[in-house]
């Protein structure tokens, strides 16, 4: 009940392209759900979180997806670039919980 | 302001040796986590401080332990390496520790080999 399913895990897009990344969790006392961006050599960075009580968020191009009855959470990248080209992870957690983390997706921008 | 600091940045070492792992959290955080990063398990949860006292652990055998000291600096250990123990070991730093109230930052990581 704590695990957090994320796929795909790698995604290849053309340069432009809508990269979609797709989250799932059971326990439904989490009420927090970041996404993280990971470059090859460096640590996670958060990128943008939602909460349960709103459906969708933008910051840029990038937007989270929530549908709180599904227990499901996307990430997608509007006009996609090759420095978007990256791990993503999903995590949530339960107040003042710790992180659980899906297992990330290799995203791939192709010029 | 500095960001999390980790050392070494590479390590090898073989099997059964143990070893020491060092993060320096970004200044005025008190929460150090510590996670384990692999190609097929993710990024897991090992343990987190908060004010020299450990305040959650994941599931890990007790070869994995740590400490954090009165600056907040944290070392985690591993002993009796095994292979299996090959990762990136992240380190992440917060004010308050709590998920969702304030934001964690990871530092770059730790690679060990155990050969």
């Known amino acids: 009940q704590q695990q957090v399913k994320q796929s795909p895990q790698s995604l290849i897009v053309q340069k432009g392209g809508i990269p979609i990344i797709n989250c799932a969790y059971e326990?439904?006392?989490?009420?927090?759900f970041p996404w993280y961006q990971q470059f090859p050599g460096k640590g996670p960075a958060l990128l943008i979180a939602?909460?349960?009580?709103?459906s969708e968020k933008k910051e840029g191009r990038f937007t989270i997806s929530f549908n709180k009855s599904a227990k499901q959470f996307s990430l997608h990248i509007m006009d996609s670039q090759p420095g978007d080209s990256a791990t993503y992870f999903c995590?949530?957690?339960?107040?003042?919980?710790?992180?659980?983390f899906g297992q990330g997706t290799e995203l791939s921008v192709k010029p | 302001k500095a960001g999390v600091t980790q050392t070494p940045r590479y390590l090898i070492k073989t099997r059964g040796q143990q070893v020491t792992l060092s993060c320096s959290p970004i200044?005025?955080?008190?929460?150090v986590s510590w996670y384990q990063q692999t190609p097929g398990q993710g990024l897991q949860f090992l343990f987190e401080?908060?004010?020299?006292?450990?305040?959650n652990k994941g599931n890990f055998p007790g070869r994995f332990s740590g400490r954090q000291f009165s600056n907040s600096r944290s070392e985690m250990n591993v002993s009796t390496l095994e292979l299996g123990d090959s990762a990136l070991y992240l380190c992440?730093?917060?004010?308050?520790?709590?998920?969702?109230?304030?934001?964690?930052?990871f530092g770059p990581g730790t690679r060990l080999t155990v050969l």
């Open positions: 992440a730093s917060s004010i308050y520790g709590l998920a969702g109230l304030d934001t964690q930052y």
């Open positions: 326990n439904t006392a989490f009420d927090y």
């Open positions: 939602i909460r349960p009580d709103v």
């Open positions: 995590a949530a957690s339960s107040p003042g919980g710790k992180l659980i």
């Open positions: 200044s005025g955080h008190r929460s």
């Open positions: 401080y908060f004010s020299e006292t450990q305040r």
